[in-house]
């Protein structure tokens, strides 16, 4: 029997990412060493006390019925979170949603948002859901461009007026994955007045607050006067607390748009398994310090990327924020995916195409923190043996 498939399939390549999988494994198989920098899932461990948590609810039988509804107790340690950590204060519990992490709830909340055809601003380069969420709910996906020369900030005034005027939501990011760029205080009023002014739905992706250097501090949308009216925020546990096979995830922020996105979720799932909400009360309302020590880690593996490849001839920029660096390909290579075959195959460093994240990532390479000092070095060795920066 001859099968059709959707259209939208068309709009989704992988294939980088399978042959990069694909050529890892040969390398593993050759007994090659591998330094994967590719993928940004933490190595650390959750707090003892989250996994206790999680552990000892799933002991109790009660726990593995339709959860249907947040926890009262969840609902209460996000809004006391976000007031010890952001400054936000009275975040109502219907200004509060739960999600299978913020990928699920990207993917799905223009279907809350946006008929088919509205137009929704995403940034490039940008994170991939950002566009794959909209176009999978039939949105008109436009692009805001980000350069390094204003690192990597909207321009507001360059966004076209009559675009702006058509267009009914807008995601945003600081920091941002993947160019690793945090936002100035003085940009979320700009993009505040911006919403307004166009009645554009602001939905800001908050996942790397808690993972932010140079002494910058890690902020909320929502803690700007005005955001709520406008808009509403994705915070996610799993990078923060290292949570993030668990899927925990909250939108915060407008009441309106909670409300009817819980209405498009009520047709999807029937809540978050209770010992995941037990464990995320635990890691939002017990000791934070690992939070910090582990930014710090983080911070350590930023400069020694930076300093151990810029010292073999390589220039890699400090992260502002996030698990991860951003870098220009070195000189001699035609593109991003090009210049990722070669380092992979010659030193076993594998990194993402900037590509990957849009047409502006071109030139450019994401690594991932995902190594400790001493193998972030060890590996800047592997590429300086390797020849491959030598064109």
Not at 202 to 229: M, P, Q, V
Request: charged fraction near 25%.
């Amino acid at each position: 029997m001859e099968m059709k498939f959707a259209d939208r399939l068309q709009q989704i390549d992988a294939g980088i990412f399978s042959e990069l999988n694909d050529r890892k494994n040969e390398l593993i198989a050759q007994g090659r060493k591998v330094y994967n920098m590719s993928i940004g899932t933490p190595d650390f461990k959750p707090a003892p006390h989250i996994m206790k948590a999680v552990s000892e609810a799933a002991m109790k039988p009660e726990n593995y019925k339709y959860s249907i509804t947040d926890l009262p107790e969840l609902l209460d340690a996000v809004s006391s979170h976000y007031e010890r950590r952001f400054g936000v204060k009275g975040i109502k519990h219907s200004e509060i949603m739960s999600l299978y992490g913020s990928q699920e709830g990207m993917a799905h909340v223009a279907l809350a948002l946006c008929n088919p055809g509205d137009i929704i601003l995403v940034p490039n380069p940008g994170y991939p859901v950002f566009s794959a969420g909209p176009m999978f709910c039939g949105a008109d996906v436009r692009t805001y461009d980000l350069h390094e020369e204003n690192g990597y900030l909207i321009e507001f005034d360059k966004i076209p007026e009559e675009l702006a005027r058509k267009a009914r939501c807008m995601i945003v990011s600081y920091p941002l994955n993947p160019v690793c760029a945090a936002a100035p205080d003085s940009f979320y009023p700009e993009l505040i007045a911006f919403a307004r002014k166009y009645h554009i739905i602001i939905l800001h992706d908050n996942a790397y607050s808690d993972i932010i250097y140079g002494g910058r501090t890690g902020r909320s949308f929502l803690s700007f006067e005005g955001a709520k009216e406008v808009g509403a925020e994705f915070y996610s546990l799993s990078k923060s607390y290292n949570y993030t096979g668990a899927r925990m995830s909250f939108l915060i922020g407008n009441e309106e748009i909670i409300k009817s996105f819980r209405q498009i979720r009520s047709q999807i799932d029937y809540g978050i398994y209770y010992p995941v909400q037990y464990g995320a009360i635990a890691a939002l309302t017990g000791p934070q310090e690992q939070v910090k020590v582990q930014c710090e880690e983080y911070d350590r593996r930023n400069h020694a990327l930076s300093e151990s490849m810029t010292e073999i001839g390589w220039k890699i920029p400090l992260s502002q924020g996030t698990m991860f660096s951003w870098a220009p390909i070195p000189e001699g290579f035609k593109n991003s995916v090009e210049f990722v075959r070669e380092l992979m195959d010659k030193s076993g460093l594998i990194v993402t195409p900037g590509s990957s994240f849009g047409s502006l990532g071109e030139g450019y390479v994401r690594l991932a923190l995902v190594l400790t000092p001493e193998e972030i070095r060890e590996a800047a060795q592997a590429v300086k043996k390797s020849g491959v920066l030598d064109r």
